[in-house]
């Protein structure tokens, strides 16, 4: 039987507010022993035994991905082999897939279909409506019972009030949280105050006017949530913002929190790290929705991060061909890939000292848990071996032609931080060079 031994290795888990240097012993598919100092002697001399040196390195729950589009070309498999890649041992995939996940048959064909005990678990929202136009309700209580987790429009707002607010009454009988994407379509996606169909193309204000290009208003998030967390009062249900990007939002949901209702949210990267600023070379790549905002905003962000008004840290993935972003800025596709730069854009933030190591894994692993009611990551003896290993200190540089999906707004970015190794269930479903040459038995 095989023992794979993790020598003096820095233990963080903060399921139990665990800090130490261990050795970390798994066998077959789950930990055997978390001590001080294992005397491998105790092991039967038949056993075969892997010992790996980790000083200085560090081992974490396996990241929760609570937000990922698996665009048209992407395929689910691959992107599974990407997230394990990027430290991501569970992912949930938004329902604006072809077709849309909006019904219970297809619900339970894509957990069938990514079903791989060595790769990362994927897990399923479902449509929270059946048309674009979002007034006819899904059916989410099958869709429950299929495995959806929770029920969103994905990449489009839930804008009709009476229907989410049925939606709500119904989500709150089953237990399952309602996630928006909040924008008011009228103020940014499509104005039909003219005979054109104006869409936005950046945050509204003096850079946007200055580019000449169509302002969204930060207030049409804003909207949005004020309307939603008066329903949520009303119905009870678990609510829950995505990508937040706007002080007026947190503000919002900070207050909403001290009311005792139960709302929640979460942030991208982009949104601590960039402001509209970036957009100034008319890349692309920083045509993103939420877009971009101010820099009042991006701080408003990091100090939600702080005091917990933000509760998780998502990918926010939305990987796009080339074609579709080597056009005027007008015309290309709205989204960026994620997946690979989480982690490390995450750990920016210890590095800058705005928060510490065990808040940011908190961020990635235990808190989009306990939002989605999902089993909370922990590493514990007898429990299964599901982690990861980096290198949290490693020097390295975002490259876009060194990365498998595109584009990414943080090219050429420098970053301290470096994934090593990926286990799901006992097994290796990631080990880079750099941890295979630790091996010492």
């Known amino acids: 039987m095989t023992y794979t031994i993790f020598k003096s290795i820095k233990l963080l888990n903060p399921a139990t507010n665990l800090n130490e240097i261990s050795d970390v012993v798994i066998h077959k598919n789950k930990i055997f022993s978390i001590s001080k100092d294992f005397q491998t002697e105790v092991l039967k001399q038949n056993n075969q035994i892997d010992i790996y040196d980790c000083d200085g390195l560090t081992m974490t729950p396996g990241i929760i991905d609570m937000r990922v589009n698996i665009g048209k070309t992407e395929n689910l498999v691959s992107t599974q082999k990407i997230a394990a890649e990027n430290g991501i041992t569970s992912m949930v995939i938004l329902p604006n897939q072809t077709p849309k996940l909006n019904n219970p048959s297809i619900i339970d064909h894509i957990k069938r ?8 678990k994927v897990n399923v929202y479902g449509a929270a409506t059946k048309d674009d136009q979002g007034l006819e309700m899904s059916e989410i209580g099958l869709m429950s019972e299929m495995g959806a987790i929770g029920f969103t429009n994905g990449n489009k707002s839930i804008k009709n009030s009476l229907v989410m607010r049925r939606l709500m009454s119904y989500a709150a009988m089953i237990n399952r949280p309602i996630i928006q994407h909040a924008e008011d379509e009228d103020l940014s996606g499509l104005n039909k105050a003219s005979t054109t169909l104006i869409n936005g193309e950046m945050n509204e204000g003096e850079i946007s006017t200055r580019l000449g290009l169509i302002g969204i208003p930060s207030c049409a998030e804003v909207i949005i949530i004020e309307r939603d967390i008066r329903l949520a009062k009303l119905t009870g249900v678990n609510y829950h913002v995505a990508h937040v990007s706007t002080r007026d939002s947190i503000n919002v949901i900070r207050e909403a929190k001290k009311a005792g209702l139960k709302i929640t949210c979460d942030t991208a990267p982009p949104y601590f790290s960039l402001n509209e600023t970036s957009l100034l070379s008319y890349n692309t790549a920083f045509k993103l929705s ?22 998780a840290i998502a990918s926010d993935h939305r990987a796009r061909s080339k074609d579709t972003k080597v056009q005027p800025f007008s015309a290309a596709s709205i989204g960026a890939s994620g997946i690979e730069t989480l982690f490390v854009m995450t750990l920016e933030l210890v590095h800058k000292k705005i928060i510490d190591l065990n808040k940011a894994i908190s961020l990635l692993t235990i808190n989009p848990a306990n939002v989605l009611n999902m089993k909370k990551p922990s590493l514990e003896k007898d429990k299964l071996a599901e982690f990861i290993i980096f290198d949290e200190n490693f020097p390295d540089m975002i490259n876009q032609n060194n990365l498998k999906t595109s584009p990414t707004p943080f090219d050429f970015r420098k970053i301290n931080g470096k994934i090593l190794g990926t286990f799901i269930n006992g097994q290796a479903a990631y080990i880079s060079q750099m941890f295979k040459d630790k091996i010492i038995k």
């Open 113 to 120: 279909q990514s079903e791989n005990s060595k790769l990362p």
């Open 290 to 311: 939420p877009p971009l905002r101010i820099e009042d905003d991006r701080l408003a962000v990091i100090e939600g991060i702080q005091d917990g008004t933000i509760d």
